[in-house]
């Protein structure tokens, strides 16, 4: 049995599991942080579901482990170094509880 709702769509249609499917359920995992454990309706604007607490630029992290071609996906380096400025750069990134 697959985990169906963190695999990017070349996992579920072709069973092909890379680094950049990595990636995508990576951003699926930032999403259910941030969103208390929602899962990501796609219809949904973000402000339907996206928590106040979320910053914008976690938010974009994970459009971009969601671009639809794996190789347009955020590199792991990227987004470790994205995370890092971000705890560094102000304690109200750290603060999920608002």
Not at 9 to 29: A, C, H, N, Q
């Amino acid at each position: 049995m697959l985990p169906i709702c963190w695999m990017p769509p070349e996992s579920i249609m072709y069973r092909k599991f890379t680094t950049e499917s990595d990636v995508w359920s990576l951003g699926v995992v930032l999403w259910e942080i941030f969103t208390y454990g929602k899962q990501p309706w796609y219809q949904l604007s973000k402000n339907e579901v996206l928590h106040h607490s979320c910053p914008k630029e976690i938010y974009e992290l994970m459009l971009g482990c969601w671009q639809r071609e794996p190789h347009m996906r955020l590199k792991i380096k990227e987004i470790c170094s994205l995370l890092q400025n971000l705890a560094k750069a102000s304690p109200d990134y750290l603060d999920i509880l608002g």
